[in-house]
């Protein structure tokens, strides 16, 4: 819940960060993706200290450092503070997120972990419920600097829960070497990705810059793929990769990362830049669609028990699409109601799709294949959900600008990029065999 809280609860004060320390969208799009980036890399060490410290002392200790950041990025006195703080709050969450799921998988049989997923998820999904109504509150009543603040009384609730009732692991594997070098060449490959992406949306002077980064992206990957392939202990377990089902649903999370993160980034944007919807409206646009996902998802998990993961992913994906493009063709007089009736539609989409990924990613594996499995898929979703935000900004910044603000129009294109890539995710969903 603190991690997705915090990944969301700021999208609804960009606007307000871009006036006080005047910025434009192209910088300011790194508070959320300087944190998924960070996420991203680091939940992939989540599998080697649970196998050294057990779930109770790293969940603690990183939603402890997480408090202390979150703390220390609400009195930044610049946007380089802002977005160290950001990255620092992410690197954390990336080792917080996946050990729910894990816990989940451990404890119960194959026949009730959709179920357990849907649970689980109602509480993840409380976040992006309220968060963007949170911080929309927060804004406009105190100050846009309370946004960072406001995980802290859960994360501190979450450290006394974690140390009062999760267990201590009563044995734990034979201690192996942490694949360090395989962290840095991946981190490395994400920012120098994502910084190129933010780069091509300056453009002047920058063309250099952006091809040296671009190949050296390039060959840290390639870097990374062979050490990956030779490392005896990896930080990505290549072995799983030669389950289809497994491969195939993790593109499918790529694809929904895309979704909930490009879209959660795009909705407060786009209504209180084109529409002039205020941050307190643009986080009660959000709160229907909350709501009614944190009521789909036990449904889903329960059908993901029973039915196919594949249609239920395609299912969701229709929806999604389908939201994607109402908001593609919507225009400046659309009443609130429509704009959150289809906010709703994408969400319903996105209550269909996590659980069946899950299952369907995770259900064929072996007991002791689940910690690198769980990182795995995570891992995937949180890089879809990177890059989405990334290539949203791009298509927004490249998009039609009136006096520097983007156009409707611009976020048009943004909504019809978004819809396409998630209906070409269903290719490789369709292939699944659960």
Partial sequence: MATVLSATVVNVALHDIMLEFGIRQGQVHWLATGFIAAMTTTMLASSWLLDHFGVRKTLATAMLLFTVISLLGGFATSPEQLIAA??????????????????????????????????????????????????GFLVDQLDWRFVMFAPVPVTLAGVFMAWRFLPVPVSRPEPYRFDLTGLLLLGGTIGLSLDTLNRVQQLSGQEGRILVEGILATILLALFVVRE????????????????????????????????????????????????????????????????????????????????????????????????????????????????????????????????????????????QLGAGSSTINFTRQLGGAFGVNIVALTIEFGEHSDGIPTIGAFHSAWWLVAVFVTVAAIPVWKMRV
């Fill in 86 to 135: 950001r990255i620092g709050q992410g690197a954390m969450a990336g080792l917080m997120q996946p050990m729910g799921m894990y816990l989940v998988f451990r404890i119960f049989p194959r026949n009730r972990r959709g179920q357990a997923m849907g649970i689980y998820g109602m509480g993840v999904i409380l976040a992006p419920a309220l968060g963007p109504v949170l911080g």
């Fill in 229 to 368: 392939r030779k490392a005896r202990h990896p930080l990505v377990n290549i072995g799983l990769l030669r389950n289809p089902s497994f491969v195939y649903a993790n593109l499918g999370a790529m694809a929904l990362g895309l979704a909930l993160f490009g879209s959660t980034y795009l909705v407060p944007l786009f209504v209180q830049t084109s529409l002039g919807f205020s941050a307190t409206q643009a986080g009660l646009l959000m709160l229907p669609a909350g709501i009614v996902l944190g009521m789909t998802f036990p449904l889903a998990g329960r059908l993901a028990d029973r039915l196919s993961a594949r249609k239920l992913v395609i299912f969701g994906i229709t929806l999604f699409a389908a939201s994607a493009v109402l908001f593609a063709l919507s225009d400046l007089e659309l009443a609130f109601g429509w704009l959150a009736l289809w906010t709703v539609l994408g969400r319903i989409g996105i209550g269909f799709m996590l659980p069946a990924l899950s299952t369907g990613a995770l259900n064929p594996l072996a007991p002791e």
